[in-house]
């Protein structure tokens, strides 16, 4: 089978890219298709008018106008139609939407996303009104188009079904996997006691968004009550102090660097997520493949990624620093139940949260539509 991967930002061939989503589904896809064909990415060069719409929205409206404008469209759809028309591909596969707007589709299309514009302009309004409204129109045209829609949550998935109308057999929902190899992943024994410092793991580049500042407070509580705790936040700089710790980025690229923040995870008793919002959130899958339970909330997608009960706890959506320090107090009290729930939060990892398991869910896909 002859496939087509369009890429659009975030280069398939790089693990640093983006989120690491497009490299591991590239390396999947290859593992079983070796004649897989790249397009893109594709630089954003904006036309002298379109950075001038844009600044003038980030002055007047504090939000950008659009994640993409119209000369990024015009030229993305032009190299991916020279691409269908001399690769001559089976099936085309895309994360991004934009790259294919204005084509016409000659083979199946499966099309992975971890958002909608109209589930992202309720939850997280970063781009204006106006903006949101015309980015829908153009994604659409793409939802409309895909043979079948492979998303993260459930929550994404309702929107797809409800909103844009896509039949309910051709969406598909699955957990969006760790983007650490798995041969990296293993299970890490550690006992919950009192007596010891419990150590918790925030990895995120957003302070605001993830939720750093509820992360902060819960360990400020936690050792006000008397429990020594210890915080590291991942993947940001920032002002350390005695009881937090900011570890900065990490280049999954470098296996030395790779290996460094693999041990964050090794570490930590509990990876503490109290995201604001987020589509779906790729370290609580991460943090499993060392049977570390991830503490969150149901915002956006994550009642998806982590299985209340199973891989962690899920708290309702918004909840204040103090639910995740009686959270974390159960734990302490009960000290099997952490273990049995280290055990359950890596057999989910095992089952679900690798790419490995994702890509039988593509084959299948792709073999019922080729």
Not at 245 to 274: C, V
Request: proline share 6%.
């Amino acid at each position: 089978m002859k496939i087509l991967f369009v890429a659009a930002r975030w280069d398939p061939e790089n693990p640093d890219s983006g989120s690491g989503v497009d490299y591991n589904a590239y390396v999947t896809l290859k593992d079983y298709w070796p004649e897989i064909k790249i397009v893109g990415p594709f630089k954003s060069d904006q036309t002298i008018f379109e950075r001038g719409v844009d600044k003038l929205s980030r002055l007047v409206f504090g939000r950008r106008f659009l994640k993409f404008y119209p000369s990024y469209i015009r030229r993305s759809n032009r190299v991916v139609q020279e691409s269908i028309e001399s690769y001559q591909p089976d099936l085309i596969f895309s994360k991004s939407s934009i790259p294919l707007m204005n084509i016409n589709l000659p083979v199946p299309f499966v099309y992975m996303t971890d958002s909608s514009i109209e589930w992202v302009k309720k939850q997280w309004p970063y781009f204006t009104d106006l903006g949101f409204n015309i980015m829908q129109k153009w994604e659409r045209k793409v939802i409309d188009k895909a043979d079948n829609i492979l998303t993260f949550s459930e929550a994404n998935a309702n929107v797809l079904k409800g909103y844009y109308q896509k039949p309910p057999q051709q969406v598909t929902v699955h957990p969006i996997p760790s983007a650490l190899p798995e041969e990296l992943c293993t299970m890490v024994e550690k006992n919950l006691e009192q007596s010891e410092s419990i150590r918790l793991i925030l990895v995120g580049r957003d302070f605001h968004r993830k939720g750093v500042d509820i992360a902060i407070e819960t360990t400020r509580m936690l050792n006000n009550l008397g429990i020594p705790t210890q915080l590291r936040v991942v993947g940001q700089d920032g002002q350390s102090s005695e009881h937090v710790k900011f570890m900065g980025l990490y280049s999954k690229n470098d296996s030395e660097t790779q290996a460094q923040y693999i041990n964050n995870y090794r570490w930590a008793h509990f990876h503490i997520f109290p995201s604001r919002f987020d589509t779906a959130g790729i370290t609580p899958s991460e943090a499993a493949g060392f049977g570390v339970p991830t503490i969150t909330n149901a915002a956006g997608g994550l009642a998806t990624t982590v299985q209340n009960g199973v891989s962690g706890i899920v708290l309702p959506e918004n909840s204040p620093a103090q639910r995740s320090v009686h959270a974390i107090r159960h734990y302490i009290e009960h000290p099997k139940a952490y273990q049995m729930l280290c055990q359950t939060t890596y057999q989910r990892y095992q089952s679900e949260l690798t790419w490995s398991a994702l890509g039988k869910v593509l084959v299948s896909i792709f073999e019922n539509l080729v």
